[in-house]
C-alpha cells in the first residue's frame, strides 16, 4: 500500500450533533484507494455515526464530503450505493426465506418483472468466484452460517458496483476460522482495487488486517490516517481509551473451596429439537473461575440455559450444594444467589421499556427491603438503583431512563449490577464482556476476578480466548454438545485442537516442554 | 456512473426541506398531554369539514354537541352513567395489555357479567324479598365470576396450548351473546318477550333520582347517574395501584415488555396469564352486571352498544392507565349522548373516528421528531 495511491474518500470537519452530545466534532477521515483503513473506537466514540454518515444514513450538521474527487451530498443509502459506497452491517439485512440471488436482487430495477432467475445465479456465482466469496446463489439464507450469510451481503454490495465497503464490526458474529476467510476476502478484494474500511474495537484484528488506521474518542480524531506498521497494540489502546490499559491481570492463586456447581451426564436440545448436549460433566468449586471455550454454537449457550433453569434437559442432573437444580423453580434458584448473566442483553437480559430501576430490580423486588406486603416500597427500590448506579458506574440522564436508551456498555454495567448484587454462591457469565470497549472490559473482568477471591463460583463462558486463558483457574473446551477436555495451564495449543474436535487423549505431546498433570 | 456519483439536489423554489428523525431521547413530559390537544383539535376540523360538506353548519352542531353532553347539570349525569361500564371495559383492557394479552373480550364478558347478576335474581340465588344489601353484593360478585370465567378459558387456553387470545376471546364474544340469548328466548322469557320480568328494586343500584324521590331534591329529579359510577371509580384506583404499585403489577409489566427476562427472573408467566385474563374477565363482568342493575333494570337483549370493544380503545387512548381511563371514558360517554342529539347514527360513529385516528396518529410525534432544515445556495450549488 503505497503513500501516493489516490484518495477516493475525504470526509472533512465532518460534525454531527445529536441531543445532548456531539458524535462527530470536526472529523477528518480519508480513506485511499486499494486500502484497508481501520476505524478504531470505543463504543460511543462515533465511529458507527461517522460511517452512517458516509453511507448516507444521517447528514452531517456540517463539514464536507470528497468522492473521487468529487464533492457528493448523500440524501439516503441509495445515493451513495450509486456513488460506489456499501455498508455491510453488523446485523445482516436479508430475508431468511429466499434465496441469495433473489436478496442479492431486492430492491434493484433489473429484473424487471419475469424473474429468470437461473441467468441471475450464474451472474453471482461468476462475481462470487472473482471475488472469492463462495456461496450457492441458489441456496436459501436460512441454511447458510453467519459467515456465508456476510458473504451474501458483500455480494450484494459489489453487485451493485460498490468499490468502497464499510464494514461494521464484522468480525463479531464470526468463528476464528471464518474470520481468517474473511480476512483473506478482504485482502484479494482490495488486490482487486476495492478500498475498505474496517470499523473495530478489537486491537489484535486491526494490527493484523489494516493497512492504516484512524482512531476516534469521544467524537474526535485522536490518531489520523496512521500506518498501521510499527504500531504496538498498546499504543493503539491507549489512543482509543485516553490512558494506559492493563492487559495482564494480576491474579492471586486459587483457592479453590467446596463444589458450588455439579453437572452430572446432561443431555439437552437445542431450540431447534437437535440434541444441543449429549453427556456434559463438569464441576465449579467456590473460589475459582472455570472457563468454557468453544467455537460459537457448540451447546456453550445451552450449557449455561440448563444451569440457570431456562431450558428442560433430558437426562442427568444439575445441583449446587444440596440443591437440585433441574427441579427447583427458577426464583428459588435466584434466592439462593445463583446469578446469570445471559448471552442476549437485550431479549433476555433487560426488558426495554422499563426504567432502569425496574431494570435492576428484577431478581429481588419480591424480597426484603423492596418487597413491602403485596407491593413494592418504591423509595427502597430507587435508594438500591441509585447506590447500584454509583457503586458499577452507570452512567445515565436518570434512573427512570428506559435501558432501551442505554448504549452497549451501560445496559452489561446494568446487568452485572443487578447479578452480582444478588449473587452468594455461583455466577453464569455467558460473553461478559462481548461487543464492549476496552475499557470497560477491564473493569468487568476486575469484578469477575474479586468474586473469585471472595469466595464466589464462577462459570465463565466466552468466545474470546486470550480473555479465558487470563481469567480463568481451569478451562473446559467444549465441540458439538461434549467436553473434549480440561486445562489447568492455559495451554492455547491444547485448547485449540479440542475446540476443533480433538479429545484432550488424543492430542500427541509437544516434544518441547509440557505441563504434566492435566486429566480430562 | 461516474458523474451519477455526484448526486445534487437542484429542486427550484425549494428552499428547505422536512426531514424525519427518530428521537434517540426521551420526549419532554409536557408533549403527550399537548399532543393529545392538538390531535382533538385537528380532529374536530376534519370533522367539521365533513359535516360542511354534507350541508350541515360544524359550529352550531359542535354547540349542540356540547350541550347535550355538558351543557346541563342533567345531560352530565347521562354521559357519566354512559362512562361507567366504559371505565370497567377500559381498565380491564388496560391490565391485560399491560401484560401484552390482547383481550378483545371485554363485551363476552360483559355479557356474562349481565348473566351473572341476573341470575341472582331470577335463579333465584338470593330468596325473593332480601334487602338490597343482600341482593346488589351478590349480584355484583357473580357477574364478576361469570366475566371471570369467560377470561379464564382463553387464558387458560393461552397459557397451557399457546392459543392466540385474539381469536379466542373474539370468538367467545358471540358465544356470550348466544348464551345470554338462549335464556332469554327460553327459561327467562316473559310473556312470551325476549326480556326477562323487571328486577325487584331491592335489586337495582341506587340512582340520583332515587335520592330526588326520596329527600326531596328537585335538583336531582330524574337522574339517571347510579351507583355503578362509585364501583367504576373505586375499581379504576384499585388497578392503578395493582399495576404500578405492587409486585404483581410490576411483573405483569415485565413480561409484557419482555417475557424472556421475565422467565429469566422467575416469573411463573404462565400463571400471571390466566390470573390476568380471570381477573381482566371479572371487572369488565363487573361492567354488564352493573349495567343491568343500574340501567337496564331488567335481563334483556342489545344491553351493550360495544362497549367491550370501545373498551379497547379506551385503554388505548389512556396509555393504559387506569386513572386516565376515567376521563377519556367521561368524554367518549358524552360524544354517545352527543351523538343522538344530532343524528341516530353516522356522523357521531364517524367523529369519534376520526378522534381515534388523529390521537393513535400523533403517537407518532411521540417517537419521530420532524427537523425543518433550510437549504443554503451555497449546499444547492
Redesign the interface.
Given at each position: 500500500m503505497s503513500d501516493d495511491s489516490p484518495f477516493v474518500v475525504e470526509m472533512k470537519k465532518i460534525t454531527k450533533k445529536?441531543?445532548?452530545l456531539t458524535a462527530n466534532d470536526n472529523v477528518d477521515f480519508h480513506l485511499r484507494k486499494g486500502e484497508i483503513h481501520a476505524l478504531l473506537g470505543e463504543n460511543g466514540a462515533g465511529k458507527s455515526t461517522l460511517m452512517n454518515i458516509l453511507a448516507g444514513l444521517y447528514?452531517p450538521n456540517s463539514g464536507e464530503i470528497y468522492?473521487?474527487g468529487?464533492?457528493?451530498?448523500?440524501?439516503s443509502p441509495r445515493?451513495a450505493i450509486?456513488?460506489?459506497i456499501g455498508m455491510i452491517h453488523q446485523h445482516f439485512m436479508l430475508v431468511p426465506t429466499q434465496t441469495v440471488t433473489e436478496n442479492i436482487l431486492l430492491g434493484l430495477d433489473e429484473p424487471k418483472f419475469i424473474m429468470n432467475l437461473s441467468k441471475y445465479d450464474e451472474i453471482i456465482r461468476q462475481l462470487g468466484i472473482e471475488n472469492n466469496l463462495i456461496v450457492d446463489p441458489t441456496a436459501y439464507i436460512w441454511q447458510l452460517s453467519v459467515g456465508e450469510q456476510q458473504r451474501v451481503e458483500i455480494l450484494k454490495m459489489l453487485y451493485r458496483?460498490c468499490d468502497i465497503l464499510i464494514m461494521d464490526e464484522p468480525t463479531a458474529v464470526l468463528a476464528p476460522q471464518e474470520i481468517d476467510v474473511l480476512f483473506n476476502t478482504l485482502r484479494s478484494m482490495t488486490e482487486k482495487g476495492k478500498s475498505i474500511i474496517f470499523i473495530s474495537h478489537k486491537l489484535n484484528e486491526i494490527l493484523e488486517i489494516a493497512d492504516r488506521v484512524t482512531v476516534l474518542r469521544r467524537g474526535k480524531v485522536t490518531a489520523a490516517d496512521m500506518p498501521i506498521e510499527g504500531v504496538t497494540k498498546e499504543e493503539l489502546a491507549s489512543l482509543m481509551v485516553g490512558r494506559e490499559v492493563i492487559f495482564n491481570i494480576d491474579k492471586s492463586a486459587c483457592h479453590a473451596g467446596e463444589p458450588v456447581l455439579i453437572v452430572e451426564n446432561v443431555y439437552a436440545e437445542n431450540d431447534k429439537g437437535l440434541p444441543a448436549l449429549k453427556g456434559v460433566s463438569l464441576q465449579v468449586c467456590a473460589g475459582e473461575i472455570v472457563g468454557i471455550a468453544g467455537v460459537a454454537g457448540n451447546g456453550q449457550r445451552e450449557l449455561a440455559e440448563v444451569i440457570?433453569g431456562?431450558r428442560k434437559i433430558q437426562s442427568g442432573s444439575i445441583r449446587s450444594k444440596d440443591l437440585d437444580l433441574t427441579k427447583v423453580?427458577?426464583?428459588?434458584?435466584?434466592e439462593e444467589g445463583i446469578a446469570?448473566i445471559?448471552e442476549?442483553r437485550h431479549?433476555?437480559?433487560?426488558?426495554?421499556?422499563?426504567s432502569v430501576v425496574?431494570n435492576l430490580?428484577?431478581?429481588n423486588?419480591?424480597q426484603c427491603p423492596i418487597?413491602k406486603g403485596?407491593?413494592?416500597d418504591?423509595g427502597a427500590a430507587r435508594a438500591y438503583a441509585e447506590s447500584l448506579k454509583d457503586e458499577y458506574d452507570i452512567i445515565v440522564?436518570s434512573i427512570d431512563?428506559?435501558v432501551r436508551?442505554l448504549s452497549g456498555g451501560n445496559l452489561q454495567r446494568v446487568i452485572l449490577a443487578r447479578e452480582l448484587s444478588n449473587m452468594k454462591s455461583l455466577l453464569i457469565a455467558v460473553q461478559p464482556t462481548r461487543g464492549l470497549d476496552v475499557g470497560a472490559i477491564e473493569g468487568i473482568q476486575r469484578m469477575l476476578l474479586k468474586q473469585r477471591e471472595s469466595g464466589g463460583g464462577v462459570l465463565l463462558i466466552s468466545e474470546e480466548l486470550e480473555e479465558l486463558v487470563s481469567l480463568s483457574d481451569r478451562i473446559y473446551v467444549m465441540y458439538e454438545g461434549q467436553i473434549m477436555g480440561e486445562v489447568h495451564d492455559g495451554d492455547i495449543r491444547k485448547i485449540g485442537l479440542m475446540m476443533t474436535g480433538t479429545r484432550l487423549e488424543d492430542i500427541p505431546e509437544e516434544k518441547t516442554e509440557v505441563t504434566e498433570g492435566e486429566k480430562a | 456512473m461516474e458523474k451519477q456519483a455526484v448526486i445534487q439536489q437542484k429542486r427550484k423554489g425549494f428552499h428547505f426541506r422536512l426531514q424525519v428523525e427518530e428521537r434517540s431521547d426521551e420526549p419532554p413530559k409536557w408533549l403527550s398531554p399537548l399532543l393529545t390537544v392538538l390531535a382533538l383539535v385537528v380532529a374536530f376540523a376534519i370533522a367539521g369539514i365533513l359535516i360542511a360538506l354534507v350541508g350541515g353548519d360544524p359550529i352550531y352542531t359542535y354547540s349542540r354537541m356540547w350541550k347535550a353532553a355538558f351543557g346541563t347539570w342533567f345531560a352530565f349525569s347521562d354521559s357519566l352513567t354512559k362512562a361507567i361500564p366504559l371505565i370497567f371495559c377500559g381498565v380491564a383492557c388496560s391490565l391485560a395489555f399491560h401484560m401484552k394479552i390482547w383481550n378483545i373480550g371485554a363485551e363476552g364478558q360483559f355479557f356474562l357479567g349481565a348473566f351473572g347478576a341476573s341470575l341472582v335474581v331470577l335463579a333465584p340465588i338470593v330468596p325473593k324479598g332480601s334487602s338490597s344489601w343482600v341482593y346488589i353484593p351478590t349480584m355484583m360478585l357473580s357477574g364478576m365470576i361469570f366475566g371471570a370465567l369467560w377470561g379464564f378459558i382463553p387464558g387458560y387456553l393461552k397459557a397451557k396450548l399457546g392459543v392466540n387470545e385474539i381469536i379466542s376471546t373474539l370468538m367467545l364474544n358471540y358465544v356470550a351473546v348466544a348464551w345470554n340469548n338462549f335464556f332469554l328466548f327460553g327459561k327467562w322469557s316473559y310473556q312470551g318477550f325476549q326480556m326477562s320480568e323487571k328486577f325487584p328494586k331491592e335489586a337495582l343500584l341506587l340512582r340520583l333520582s332515587d335520592i330526588a324521590k326520596k329527600y326531596n331534591i328537585k335538583a336531582l329529579q330524574g337522574m339517571a347517574l347510579h351507583l355503578g359510577i362509585i364501583f367504576a371509580l373505586v375499581t379504576a384506583i384499585i388497578m392503578y395501584f395493582v399495576i404500578y404499585k405492587s409486585k404483581w403489577g410490576y411483573e405483569i409489566k415485565l413480561t409484557g415488555d419482555n417475557p424472556n427476562a421475565a422467565k429469566y427472573a422467575g416469573i411463573n408467566i404462565m400463571r400471571n396469564t390466566i390470573l390476568v385474563m380471570a381477573l381482566s374477565g371479572a371487572i369488565a363482568g363487573l361492567a354488564g352486571a352493573s349495567e343491568i342493575s343500574g340501567v337496564v333494570k331488567r335481563f334483556q337483549g342489545s344491553i351493550s352498544p360495544g362497549y367491550g370493544y370501545t373498551g379497547v380503545i379506551i385503554a388505548w387512548l389512556s396509555k393504559l392507565n387506569p386513572l386516565m381511563t376515567i376521563p377519556v371514558s367521561i368524554f367518549f360517554g358524552g360524544l354517545i349522548i352527543a351523538g343522538r342529539e344530532i343524528q341516530p347514527s353516522g356522523i357521531p360513529k364517524m367523529i369519534q373516528g376520526i378522534i381515534l385516528v388523529c390521537l393513535i396518529s400523533f403517537d407518532f410525534f411521540l417517537h419521530y421528531r420532524i427537523r425543518i432544515s433550510r437549504i443554503s445556495a451555497f449546499a444547492e450549488e
Open positions: 445529536f441531543p445532548g447528514e468522492v473521487k468529487q464533492q457528493v451530498r448523500f440524501r445515493d450509486k456513488a460506489g458496483g440457570a431456562l423453580p427458577i426464583k428459588k434458584a435466584i446469570y445471559p442476549d431479549h433476555v437480559g433487560t426488558a426495554p421499556n422499563l425496574d430490580i428484577m431478581k423486588y419480591d418487597s403485596i407491593g413494592m418504591e440522564p431512563t428506559p436508551l | -
